[in-house]
């Protein structure tokens, strides 16, 4: 009885043991778009400021060594990949990942990259657009290597991530006055889902069946927010929150009505502002001991660059902490949160 009080016990446990049985993956290929919350290297390749191949990053990864992962260790695309039964994680496509590797997915994904390209153009970060040009590549590939009929099987049985956003809000639109005097938070918000829209359209015309994207998180929350908005306060800034709400509200709405354009569409909104939200307000709840600061330097601004080998007062143990940086999640933040993504992404799986 107590496994069915705990419906993801129950899931996670029935997940491995089907792999465990077949020692096969749940699906045939992981494939990962978006920013620096998904990018595993993509930006090592590339040439922008917005790297992360450099310590403190990486030092609690498997390999204990820096990767091009804005995190101490693993992503929640990483623990993903780990809870369908991939014994490797979806290599950066820029890299030079052996050919069996690439017939099970790769990772697209580059910080500072968002639904609007201009904000990518801003960074040196490759746009959303670049990426799906990046992933039509990858399909040519796999034709290549296994041929069309079980490359279609990989497309439209492979399950396919997006994560963006946050940095088209937080690098620019709300650092940008040009945009403000433009737009609206509402009518910003709107532009990027037309992006949105138009990205989902390509994928399926590419043959991919199997979509989820995540919300924005609670971007007031980030202790970088803080830091830049906040004037002195330590609380979340609520008018972020806010415009983040309303955007994940139309990205339900734009969603549904893919849903209803293409019915053999498996696409699922991924909700983390909540999952997130909820280790911030209630981190003991939860197993931390620190939701307001991060874990690298002063915990309050550092992100990329400014979280390096030097930055004086780096915790010695992120485990306690929900924030490694300014910006982005700690390895054990991203545990539960893909946690939550598995719960709520089983018909991408089914």
């Not at 290597?145 to 937080?170: C, P, Q, V, Y």
């Not at 138009?198 to 970088?224: E, K, N, S, W």
């Not at 969603?255 to 911030?280: C, E, G, N, T, W």
């Not at 940086?325 to 799986?349: C, K, T, V, W, Y």
Request: aromatic share 12%.
């Amino acid at each position: 009885m107590g496994y069915f009080r705990c419906p993801l016990l129950l899931i996670l446990l029935l997940l491995c043991l089907a792999n465990i049985i077949t020692g096969v993956p749940l699906v045939p290929a992981l494939c990962i778009f978006g920013d620096s919350v998904t990018d595993v290297g993509n930006n090592n390749y590339v040439t922008t400021l917005l790297r992360a191949n450099f310590f403190p990053y990486g030092r609690d990864f498997v390999t204990h060594k820096p990767t091009g992962r804005f995190c101490n260790g693993k992503l929640a695309a990483d623990y993903t990949a780990e809870y369908l039964g991939f014994d490797t994680y979806p290599p950066p496509y820029l890299s030079p990942a052996n050919d069996t590797l690439l017939l099970t997915g790769a990772n697209f994904a580059s910080a500072g990259s968002g639904f609007y390209d201009t904000t990518s153009h801003l960074y040196q970060a490759i746009t959303l657009s670049e990426q799906v040009s990046y992933y039509r590549e990858w399909q040519n590939q796999v034709v290549r290597i296994a041929g069309n009929e079980r490359a279609n099987t990989i497309f439209s049985g492979g399950i396919h991530i997006l994560s963006a956003g946050s940095s088209d809000f937080l690098l620019n639109y709300y650092i940008n006055p040009l945009l403000n005097a433009l737009y609206t938070p509402s009518q910003f918000s709107d532009m990027l889902l037309r992006s949105y829209s138009i990205f989902i359209q390509d994928l399926y015309g590419l043959g991919v069946r199997r979509i989820g994207v995540t919300t924005l998180p609670p971007i007031g929350c980030l202790p970088a927010a803080i830091t830049l908005f906040g004037f002195g306060s330590s609380n979340c800034i609520l008018r972020l929150n806010r415009d983040a709400m309303m955007f994940n509200n139309k990205l339900n709405t734009t969603s549904q009505k893919l849903i209803a354009r293409y019915p053999d569409l498996k696409h699922v909104v991924f909700d983390i502002y909540q999952p997130l939200l909820d280790m911030i307000q209630q981190p003991s709840d939860n197993g931390f001991l620190e939701s307001k600061r991060g874990c690298c330097g002063t915990g309050t601004i550092e992100t990329s660059l400014l979280c390096n080998a030097m930055s004086i007062g780096t915790c010695s143990n992120a485990t306690g902490y929900v924030f490694w940086d300014g910006f982005h999640p700690s390895e054990a933040a991203n545990q539960i949160m893909s946690q939550n993504l598995l719960r709520q992404g089983i018909n991408l799986i089914s």
